[in-house]
C-alpha cells in the first residue's frame, strides 16, 4: 500500500496577539507567561513537593477555605464537574441539577451518565434557577446531590449560593457548585458558605493557561467517598486515590503539568497580591462601566435584572438584522479583539463579551467600545458617535474613588 504522508515543513509558532474579550480563555500577564517558560523538574521532585504545597495554599486562599481536599485536577473545567458527580453519585442516589443554560446543563449530562437518578429543575437562559423549584423538586425524596453553577457563562447569570444551601440542608444533600466562570471574579467563601464541593476552571478569572481544574471538598463530602459503596467510575477522576498524590504522601498517581502548575501558582500569587475582594470590586466596577457604554450604545442585555448578571461576562443580545459573525470577526481582524458568540439556544442570539482576570481593565473596556462602535457603524448599526466611551467613562466617574483606583 502506498503511503501519502504529507512532507510539508511547518514554521516556527507565531500566535497572534489576541485581546481576549471572551468567556475564557482570557489574556494573561508576563509574569505568569515567565512562569511558564522556567524549566521543568520532575513530578516528584522534592523541590516541586514544596511548589505543590505552595499550590495547595494559594488554591485554599483563594477558594477560602482550610479543606483538606483541595488541589488542581489535571484537567479542564469539565473535568472538575466530571469528578464532583462521579465521586458523589452511585446507584440509588438521587441528584438535582439546577439548569439555567449550557454549563449547568453539562453538570446534568454528566451526572446522567452514573447510575443515579437525576432531576433537572430549570429556568430560562438569562434568569438564575429558583431555589423555591428546587425545594419543590426536593420534597420528601433523599436527595445526594444539589448541583449549581455560580456562574453560567452561557448566559452571564450569577446565581446565589446561600437560597441553596438552604434547600440543601433541609433536603440532607450536598452542595456542589461549578465555579469555573467566577471564582477570583465574583464573591465566594467556600468554608463559610459551607459548599461541599467547589471546582472552577485556571482559564478564566485566575487568568492562568487553560488545562487545569482547581476542586475543593468539604469533611463531609469526604466521608461521602470514604463510604460508597461501589467504586468511582473513574480511574483518573477519584478524589480519594489523587489525593494520594496531593495528599500528604505524594504518592505517584500520574504525571501532572508540571509548567502549567507553575503557571498557576503565579496566577494566584497575582490574585492575593491584589487581595480577592479588591479583585471582586475591579471586576464589578469595570463590568458596570461596560454595561453602561453598551446600553447608550442602544444595545440591551440578556440578563434583565442586574442582581442577575455576573460580573466576568457580559451577554449583549444581537440587534436584529445584524450578523453576529460579520460582527466578531471585524472586531478580530481590525482590532485583535477576541469575543464569543451565544451557544446551543443562544447561537446567533447573543454576544458574550468576557471582562476575566487580567482582561477587566479600564483601558481594555473603553478601547472595546470604540472598536464596537465602529464596527456597529460599519454594519449599519445607527450609534451616537462616542456615547459608549462616554457612558463609561462617567460610570468610571461615578464609582468610589478607591474602586476606581483597583479598576486599573
Ligand atoms: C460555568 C462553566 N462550567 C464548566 C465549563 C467547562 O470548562 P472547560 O471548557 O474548561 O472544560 C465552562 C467553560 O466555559 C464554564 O463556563
Redo the contacts with the bound molecule.
Keep these: 500500500m502506498t503511503q501519502h504522508i504529507d512532507t510539508q515543513s511547518i514554521g516556527e509558532l507565531a500566535p497572534p496577539n489576541r485581546l481576549m474579550l471572551t468567556?475564557?480563555p482570557s489574556s494573561m500577564d508576563p509574569r505568569v507567561y515567565r512562569a511558564l517558560a522556567t524549566p521543568l523538574v520532575g513530578h516528584m521532585d522534592p523541590w516541586f513537593k514544596g511548589c505543590m504545597d505552595d499550590t495547595q495554599v494559594l488554591l485554599r486562599q483563594i477558594f477560602q477555605t482550610e479543606n483538606r481536599i483541595t488541589m488542581p485536577l489535571s484537567a479542564?473545567?469539565?473535568?472538575?464537574?466530571e469528578a464532583s458527580v462521579l465521586n458523589t453519585l452511585e446507584a440509588g442516589d438521587e441528584a438535582i441539577i439546577c439548569v439555567n443554560g449550557v454549563?449547568s446543563d453539562?453538570m446534568a449530562v454528566i451526572a446522567s451518565h452514573t447510575p443515579a437518578k437525576v432531576t433537572k429543575v430549570e429556568a430560562p437562559y438569562g434568569k438564575a434557577v429558583d431555589p423555591e423549584d428546587v425545594r419543590r423538586a426536593g420534597k420528601g425524596k433523599k436527595i445526594k446531590i444539589i448541583g449549581v453553577?455560580q456562574?453560567?457563562?452561557s448566559s452571564g447569570v450569577l446565581t446565589q449560593i446561600d437560597p441553596f444551601r438552604k434547600v440543601a440542608d433541609e433536603l440532607g444533600a450536598l452542595l456542589v457548585v461549578?465555579a469555573?466562570?467566577s471564582l477570583a471574579g465574583v464573591p465566594l467563601h467556600v468554608d463559610r458558605q459551607r459548599i461541599d464541593i467547589c471546582f472552577s476552571?485556571t482559564?478564566?478569572a485566575i487568568s492562568a493557561p487553560?488545562g487545569m481544574?482547581p476542586i475543593t471538598v468539604s469533611p463531609r463530602a469526604e466521608e461521602v467517598f470514604r463510604t460508597r459503596k461501589t467504586k468511582v467510575q473513574s480511574w483518573y477522576f477519584d478524589l480519594s486515590t489523587a489525593m494520594n498524590y496531593w495528599g500528604k504522601d505524594r504518592l505517584y498517581h500520574h504525571t501532572p503539568p508540571i509548567s502549567l502548575i507553575y503557571a498557576l501558582r503565579e496566577a494566584m500569587r497575582m490574585v492575593m497580591e491584589e487581595g480577592l475582594e479588591a479583585r471582586w470590586e475591579r471586576h464589578r466596577v469595570n463590568q458596570l462601566a461596560l454595561i453602561a457604554g453598551l446600553e447608550a450604545m442602544g444595545l440591551e442585555l440578556l440578563a434583565k435584572n442586574p442582581a442577575d448578571r455576573l460580573a466576568t461576562v457580559t451577554a449583549i443580545m444581537i440587534p436584529d438584522g445584524i450578523d453576529d459573525a460579520k460582527v466578531r470577526n471585524q472586531l478580530l481582524d481590525e482590532f485583535n479583539i477576541e469575543i464569543a458568540g451565544g451557544l446551543g439556544p443562544l447561537k446567533a442570539k447573543i454576544w458574550r463579551v468576557g471582562l476575566m482576570g487580567h482582561c477587566s481593565q479600564k483601558a481594555y473596556v473603553l478601547l472595546f467600545l470604540a472598536a464596537l462602535e465602529k464596527v456597529l457603524l460599519d454594519q449599519g448599526v445607527r450609534v451616537g458617535s462616542g456615547a459608549g466611551v462616554g457612558a463609561a467613562v462617567q460610570s468610571y466617574m461615578q464609582a468610589r474613588p478607591e474602586a476606581v483606583a483597583v479598576s486599573r
Excluded at 479542564?76 to 464537574?81: A, E, K, M
Design positions: 468567556p475564557g479542564s473545567g469539565s473535568g472538575g464537574i454549563f453539562r453553577a456562574g453560567e457563562t461549578d469555573v466562570a476552571g482559564q478564566k487553560p481544574s
